[in-house]
């Protein structure tokens, strides 16, 4: 996987018949960004298109931690329920205290390596704001 540019677009490929939406979507897409993140989002359309029911997208954020090099991936999911509002799961590996970026920046919290938060409006602006925020954490990524 190249680290030459700043994003790269990984299609996650799904066989556990135990995640119905990764066995249902044809393809999740996952955004590796060269800092050692990893981002991965789903949207009421994306939702809707493969009959999500709840539960359906437990464990999805753990693919990111999957790829080599990620130590960090945040999952932005838009909430069925409610049209403006984001869940965002959060989890790491080692250090990197994905809890305080969490009760931060998304009014979350949780544990030092999955924790998790909310945004108001849509997952494009909510990926804006992590994308935005993350470089001030960039010290505390390690590989």
């Not at 029911?53 to 999957?66: A, F, H, P, W």
């Not at 920046?105 to 704001?129: Q, V, Y």
């Amino acid at each position: 996987m190249s680290r030459g540019s700043s994003l790269l677009f990984h299609p996650i490929i799904k066989s556990e018949p135990r995640k119905p939406a990764a066995a249902r979507a044809p393809g999740i897409d996952l955004l590796f960004l060269k800092n050692n993140a990893a981002i991965i989002s789903l949207t009421n359309d994306e939702l809707k298109k493969f009959n999500f029911q709840k539960g359906d997208t437990e464990g999805i954020v753990n693919y990111g931690l999957s790829l080599e090099g990620v130590v960090f991936c945040a999952i932005f999911i838009e909430d069925v329920n409610n049209i403006n509002n984001v869940k965002i799961s959060l989890r790491s590996i080692g250090t990197f205290p994905c809890n305080e970026y969490a009760g931060k920046n998304f009014s979350g919290g949780g544990h030092i390596n999955a924790s998790g938060g909310r945004f108001e409006g849509n997952t494009k602006n909510a990926i804006e704001k992590f994308l935005k925020t993350l470089p001030k954490y960039l010290s505390l990524i390690h590989i």
